[in-house]
């Protein structure tokens, strides 16, 4: 599998994205997705580190196909993803209003 295989792969079997909602999170458009995908526009290494932080994917194994797709995470790393996504919610929530529930206990 060669990178551009590993990127598409990881776009739509993995992250279950549109070209258009993968460049959204990337800054790039969704024409910029496909071309990059056929190999009709080179991909760069900024590119690469892009998908890697936005998805985090695992650097080596996006270049080489070696190793773990995904980065480990640590228990800090997931609770401190969820704390930033609460953060972004609705005031009325179902999660907000369910941290607020779970604060209030003994």
Do not use: P
């Not at 990881?10 to 969704?30: A, C, D, P, V, W």
């Not at 997931?78 to 996504?85: L, P």
């Amino acid at each position: 599998m060669t990178l551009l295989d590993r990127i598409k792969y990881l776009r739509k079997n993995h992250l279950h994205l549109s070209q258009e909602e993968f460049g959204n999170q990337l800054g790039m458009s969704k024409s910029n997705i496909s071309n990059i995908e056929i190999g009709r526009v080179g991909i760069t290494d900024r590119n690469i580190i892009a998908i890697c932080k936005a998805f985090d994917v695992n650097e080596e194994w996006l270049r080489t196909g070696k190793g773990e797709m995904f980065e480990a995470k640590t228990r800090d790393d997931i609770i401190s993803d969820f704390m930033v996504d609460l953060i972004k919610e609705e005031d009325d929530s179902f999660q907000k209003r369910l941290i607020e529930a779970l604060a209030c206990l003994n």
